[in-house]
Each structure stands twice: as structure tokens, then as C-alpha cells.
T-cell receptor
Framework: AQSVTQLDSQVPVFEEAPVELRCNYSSSVSVYLFWYVQYPNQGLQLLLK??????LVKGINGFEAEFNKSQTSFHLRKPSVHISDTAEYFCAFSNTGRRALTFGSGTRLQVQP | DGGITQSPKYLFRKEGQNVTLSCEQNLNHDAMYWYRQDPGQGLRLIYY???????QKGDIAEGYSVSREKKESFPLTVTSAQKNPTAFYLCATRAGSGSSTDTQYFGPGTRLTVL
């Protein structure tokens, strides 16, 4: 079965500290990977995506993610977080056999002063 | 102002009533989607439409219905057959030809509460 696993439901971190949000996927075919951010009671906003090419992908707001095919992972990182990064983050993938996105359960990032 | 609009933002429904959630877009995107979001479960696909007058069931279509009579509009009806309809509902569109590599864009969502 194709699925996405976000290993941490909540990640508390102090302001200006680095953070990594973990994402692993399971698929029998090639995938395209996405990270979205959701602020309270709002829709989702695309942070970054990996389609092909360089495995290190840079996105908005200083976030980046690295695609690791051998470990089937697509972890999201930021070297120094701000209070405004407090939100829920979703990892998702699609492939040629499915027109819609498959989402992980989300990770709530809580940045503390 | 371009984008995806969903209305209303908050919706209350009595048990046994049907209710329709609106989704409108002016992005000229062909593909449109409905997702349901529950705490701790991420987003799950209800229905999607690649073109006008055509739509397919997603992973949790039971108790829901849709129509796609216009490119700009993809309303979702939550019927009385949906046993647990309280959730946050998100509409999305897909750029380009709707292929797997294209980005999905999301509306602001409608929070439905069944009283």
C-alpha cells in the first residue's frame, strides 16, 4: 500500500534553534514529494516540492528538504526557526498512478520563545 | 483577487440534514478536489474532478456527492448518510494539465459542525 508516515505528531523547539520534521513514504513506483504548511483555521500553502534532479530542494520561508531514495525519506529542515513558524506541516506525495495527493498525518511545530 | 474561495467559513447542521459546501476558483485550473481533515489524520480525499461534467470517487466518498457543471465551481454535498460529518473540509485545484507533478492549491476551508 502507498502511504506517508510523519514520525512525530508534535515537535517543540526554542526560537532560533534548528529543526527537522521527518517524513517517510512507501510506494512501489516513482513518487513526487511535497511539503505543505497550515496555519490555524486556514488552508494549506506549498513550502516546497521534489519532482526530479537535485535531491536538496529549497522552499519558501528558509525551509529545505532532502530526498533520500534509499531510505524513502523526505525530511524537512530549517536552520533557525521563528515564532511565526508555529504551524502544522504536512508531507504528501503523488505518482503517475494517482491524480490526487496522499498526505501524512501532520506534524505540529511549536516554537517557544 | 484571484484564487480559491470556500463558503461559508463555519457551518452548523442538524443531524439528518443535507448541506452543500461551496468551492469557486478563478485560476482557470481544470482539476478540482475535495479533502476532509480530521485531527491527527491528515487529509483524506473525498472526490476529484479532472474536467467539467466528470468526477471520480476518492478514498472516503460514502455519504458525499459532488457536481461539476462549470469549470469554476465544484460544490460538495454532505448527505444525511454521512455518519460522522463534523470536520474541516478543504477544496483544492491543480495547475497545468492535472498531472502528478503539478502543484495543488488549497482554499481556506469550511468547518462543518453537526449539532
Amino acid at each position: 500500500a502507498q502511504s506517508v508516515t510523519q514520525l512525530d505528531s508534535q515537535v517543540p523547539v526554542f526560537e532560533e534553534a534548528p529543526v527537522e520534521l521527518r517524513c517517510n513514504y512507501s510506494s512501489s513506483v516513482s513518487v513526487y514529494l511535497f511539503w505543505y504548511v497550515q496555519y490555524p483555521n486556514q488552508g494549506l500553502q506549498l513550502l516546497l516540492k521534489y519532482l526530479s534532479g537535485s535531491t536538496l530542494v529549497k522552499g519558501i520561508n528558509g525551509f529545505e528538504a532532502e530526498f533520500n531514495k534509499s531510505q524513502t525519506s523526505f525530511h524537512l529542515r530549517k536552520p533557525s526557526v521563528h515564532i511565526s513558524d508555529t504551524a502544522e506541516y504536512f508531507c504528501a506525495f503523488s505518482n503517475t498512478g494517482r491524480r490526487a495527493l496522499t498526505f501524512g498525518s501532520g506534524t505540529r511545530l511549536q516554537v517557544q520563545p | 483577487d484571484g484564487g480559491i474561495t470556500q463558503s461559508p467559513k463555519y457551518l452548523f447542521r442538524k443531524e439528518g440534514q443535507n448541506v452543500t459546501l461551496s468551492c469557486e476558483q478563478n485560476l482557470n485550473h481544470d482539476a478540482m478536489y475535495w479533502y476532509r481533515q480530521d485531527p491527527g489524520q491528515g487529509l483524506r480525499l473525498i472526490y476529484y474532478s479532472q474536467i467539467v461534467n466528470d468526477f471520480q470517487k476518492g478514498d472516503i466518498a460514502e455519504g458525499y456527492s459532488v457536481s461539476r457543471e462549470k469549470k469554476e465551481s465544484f460544490p460538495l454535498t454532505v448527505t444525511s448518510a454521512q455518519k460522522n460529518p463534523t470536520a474541516f473540509y478543504l477544496c483544492a485545484t491543480r495547475a497545468g494539465s492535472g498531472s502528478s507533478t503539478d502543484t495543488q492549491y488549497f482554499g481556506p476551508g469550511t468547518r462543518l459542525t453537526v449539532l
